[in-house]
């Protein structure tokens, strides 16, 4: 039986459920999603969004304009690359009187609070899914910042 209207999607709701246990688990208020043809955002409160595909500019697969000079490394595929969950603004500190959560050097363990990015009103930290050592930063405090966009580098 052929589709008459191609171009109508179904939402995926074992997706948006898998989705929404990932936001219960990190702690974060809203998560996204997506491939080439589709996208998907899930916030608290049950809000599920189906958007057009995001593309994530090829200055930001590398660093961002004040970050360190560019190396002529993609750092998107680094396996301890710390990439943006959500579309926002990033904060190295909790406040403009704080020292950055962490900096180039420092070692940092599972768990340790990496920046938080502000979505929609909500300070939502991002945290360090392993152990290791700070070796790049690839964005400074109040800097926007695109879902999948390289943060930092932990090795």
Known sequence: MADKNPKKSEIDADLVR??????????????????????????????AVAAPPVSVPEAAKTESPGAPADDG????????VVVSPMVGTAYTTADPETPPFVKIGD???????????????????IKAAKAGKVTRVFI????????????????
């Open 18 to 47: 898998q989705l929404a246990g990932l936001l219960d688990e990190t702690g974060l208020s809203e998560i996204e999603y997506g491939t080439d043809e589709w996208h998907l955002r899930v916030a608290r409160g049950g809000i």
């Open 73 to 80: 490394v993609s750092h998107a595929d680094h396996p301890g």
């Open 107 to 125: 070692q940092v363990a599972e768990g340790d609070t990496l920046i938080l990015i502000e979505a929609m009103k909500v300070f939502n930290p």
């Open 140 to 155: 400074g405090n109040g800097t926007p910042v695109e879902f999948g966009e390289p943060l930092m580098i932990i090795e």
